[in-house]
């Protein structure tokens, strides 16, 4: 049954009514509480680390005594005792060891060898300081390593092969034009005629220069803006054809 409450000073609160009632959860309780408590205590041992907490005493009548110890005495110890068995013996040798003469003369034969090896060469080595601090000169990178190769001084072999699929590049495509100027579907250009289209270019080139560097400054009308885009497309076309014409000394047309 809950309880009546008549509120404060609110006019809304003068109507009595009851308060409303709070449900609580049951609190939650793990079935396997038990067994983890039992399996906690199971692995320990009362008084095994601090001790009791309180000293047990003797009781009256074991009073203490002249060179008498309040310790514990330690547990005796059992003593060591042989055992009975034995090992079977070791088995005797039924072949008898005789050490061989050499009549080898060490000595002699170490002189020989001496005598008959070639020195050590030493390890070449370069001082980089004036206490005399030295380095090895083969892994410090200041002996020219590259000279002493097999291969040097000789052209690679991908460049031979190269030169070879050019050339033969340029075998094929003389065939082409020589069959194709046979037939009569191509001629040459001849050189007079290719410097005189080369200079009228240039010629060219130069007055839409002219004419470009004498624009305004500040291109803020669109006239201007549309003619100068103009004459950069019509330098950039000739300056293709240019470029086109010197990088190839001989011309062909069909």
Same mark, same amino acid.
């Given at each position: ?13 003068l ?60 547990? &005796? ?28 003369n ?50 690679p ?6 030169k ?31 410097t ?43 300056? &293709? ?14």
């Open positions: 049954m809950g309880v009546t409450y008549y509120g404060g000073e609110n006019v809304d609160d109507v009595p009514r009851s308060l409303p009632q709070i449900h609580k959860n049951k609190i939650y309780h793990s079935k396997h509480s038990q067994q983890v408590k039992e399996e906690r205590s199971r692995g320990k041992h009362d008084l095994r680390t601090m001790g009791h907490l309180k000293t047990p005493l003797n009781p009256p009548k074991d009073f203490l005594k002249s060179r008498d110890r309040t310790r514990t005495p330690k547990p &005796k110890t059992p003593t060591f005792k042989y055992s009975d068995e034995r090992k079977p013996p070791v088995p005797r040798a039924t072949v008898q060891h005789t050490p061989s003469q050499n009549d080898k060490f000595i002699k034969e170490n002189a020989i060898s001496t005598i008959r090896s070639t020195a050590k060469r030493p390890i070449p080595k370069f001082v980089d300081s004036p206490g005399g601090h030295s380095q090895e000169l083969m892994p410090s990178g200041m002996y020219p390593k590259y000279s002493q190769k097999d291969d040097y001084g000789r052209t072999e991908y460049i031979n092969r190269r070879k699929e050019m050339a033969e590049a340029q075998k094929e495509y003389d065939a082409y034009v020589q069959e194709r100027l046979e037939s009569g579907m191509m001629k040459r250009v001849p050189d007079a005629e290719r005189r289209i080369l200079e009228g270019l240039k010629t060219n080139w130069n007055l839409l220069h002219h004419q470009y560097q004498g624009l305004s400054v500040i291109t803020d009308t669109i006239p201007k803006r549309n003619r100068k885009e103009m004459l950069e497309r019509e330098m950039d076309i000739l300056d &293709k054809d240019i470029k086109q014409i010197e990088a190839h000394p001989i011309l062909y047309i069909s």
